[in-house]
């Protein structure tokens, strides 16, 4: 399974950015999706996910609102609309597929890791 992450950028605080994240080598509908990001110093944090139907959806409380993921089955993608930004959202932001569910929000449940697409938010 390769996971590759796209869309990342510098916006200004207030902004929208919309990342995707492209999935091949295996069956895309098996897998639970996720995002989570990674700020210089600090730990991978889960930011959001999705099930595999992509009918249930999960988030972290401080982007609960302002962020939406999504999946396109067909497409073999996995997005997160990101809106209002502020600074504090600054990070490296991951995609990672889970083929056993659990609970979608700990770095251990997942499987594959895509490399990663950098996020600035300016003040």
């Known amino acids: 399974v390769q996971l590759v992450e796209s869309g990342g950028g510098l916006v200004q605080a207030g902004g929208s950015l919309k990342l995707s994240c492209a999935f091949s080598g295996g069956t895309f509908s098996s897998y639970a999706m996720g995002w989570f990001r990674q700020a210089p110093g600090k730990e991978r944090e889960f930011v959001a996910a999705i099930r595999r139907s992509g009918t249930s959806t999960y988030y972290a409380d401080s982007v609960k609102g302002r962020f939406t993921i999504s999946r396109d089955n067909a497409k073999n993608t996995v997005y997160l609309q990101m809106n209002s930004l502020k600074p504090d959202d600054t990070a490296v932001y991951y995609c990672?597929?889970?083929?056993?569910?659990?609970?979608?929000?700990?770095?251990?449940?997942?499987?594959?890791w895509g490399q990663g697409t950098q996020v600035t938010v300016s003040s």
């Open positions: 990672a597929a889970d083929k056993t569910w659990a609970t979608g929000r700990f770095v251990d449940e997942y499987d594959y």
